[in-house]
Nanobody, 121 residues
């Protein structure tokens, strides 16, 4: 009933930029925090950045000053602007949102399907 749909991944050269988008849809009562995680081959999934409903942000040390997270509450959408991309940023990027659906008693985690980001020359 609640879905997260990501877009914006792809292949980019080192130093390039990409913007990821994630839109939440369905029977949504309220959205709390939203964020982006990534998982590189052979590694655990890690938090990249998160943003609260009030706009407070949190970043992994490895992306501070390089990535920017933002959200449009009216569109139930979170964005990740990625600049100065490096080969080590290559991973599958997953959108996460803490959502309370209609008729649900509490908030819970929802995940997108993942979008591949490859940084290579």
């Amino acid at each position: 009933q609640v879905q997260l749909v990501e877009s914006g991944g792809g292949l980019v050269q080192p130093g390039g930029s990409l913007r990821l988008s994630c839109a939440a849809s369905g029977r949504i009562f309220s959205i709390n925090a939203m964020g982006w995680y990534r998982q590189a081959p052979g590694k655990q999934r890690e938090l990249v950045a998160s943003i609260t409903s009030g706009g407070s942000t949190n970043y992994a040390d490895s992306v501070k000053g390089q990535f920017t997270i933002s959200r449009d509450n009216a569109k139930n959408t979170v964005y990740l602007q990625m600049n100065s991309l490096k080969p080590e940023d290559t991973a599958v990027y997953y959108c996460n949102a803490v959502i309370r659906g209609w008729l649900e008693p509490r908030f819970r985690d929802y995940w997108g399907q993942g979008t591949q980001v490859t940084v290579s020359s």
